[in-house]
């Protein structure tokens, strides 16, 4: 339960940042796209991993490709 509620907060956090500051401010909205995208990606990959038996060694691996 609590990992929905932290997903949740990370998702409405990338869209105010994204949609209130950064489009008013640079209106280029080709680049609202990849910034939800690697975030949301980020955020699977992260939560996957939280949630597995991987080690540390796997998560710094693909995060660094």
């Given amino acids: 339960m609590t990992s929905l509620i932290f997903i949740a907060a990370d998702l ?3 869209s105010v940042l994204t949609f209130v500051l950064y ?3 640079h ?3 080709d680049l609202v796209v990849s910034y939800l995208g690697m975030n949301v990606g980020v955020l699977a990959v992260a939560t996957a991993l939280s949630g597995s038996s991987a080690g540390l060694g796997l998560g710094l ?3 660094g490709v």
């Fill in 61 to 63: 691996g693909l995060f």
């Fill in 23 to 25: 489009l008013r401010r």
């Fill in 27 to 29: 209106r280029r909205r």
């Fill in 12 to 14: 409405a956090a990338i």
